[in-house]
Nanobody
């Protein structure tokens, strides 16, 4: 069984940094890609970016480029979301997700972690 366990998050001030972590459990599972999403209050879930597992290639939506960075530690089967220069509009619940090659879908999700950025 594949599980994604998130950690990090919390309450910070504008301009601060946070790092979110997402640990993949399931010995035989290696994702094609790992993604980060967020859901802000009263808004739809938003895709932020993803990292391709085998070579670390990344891409991001324009609104977070230069502020957020996705990385991974393959040995620890962990993916990270480093968030710098946080803004109040970054307040949301953040989720990691794993893309399965068999389905081409984000099939596994973390439990979500709250990030609140005060002005």
């Amino acid at each position: 069984q594949v599980q994604l366990e998130q950690s990090g998050g919390g309450l910070v001030q504008a301009g601060d940094s946070l790092r979110l972590s997402c640990v993949i459990s399931g010995d035989t599972f290696n994702p094609v890609s790992m993604g980060w999403f967020r859901r802000a209050p009263a808004k739809d879930r938003e895709f932020l970016g993803r990292i391709r597992w085998y070579d670390g290639d990344t891409d991001y939506i324009n609104s977070i480029k230069g502020r957020f960075t996705i990385s991974r530690d393959m040995a620890k089967k962990t993916v990270f979301l480093q968030m710098n220069g946080l803004k109040p509009e970054d307040t949301a619940v953040y989720y990691c997700a794993a893309l399965r090659v068999e389905t081409g879908a984000w099939s596994y999700w973390g439990q979500g972690t709250q990030v609140i950025v005060s002005s």
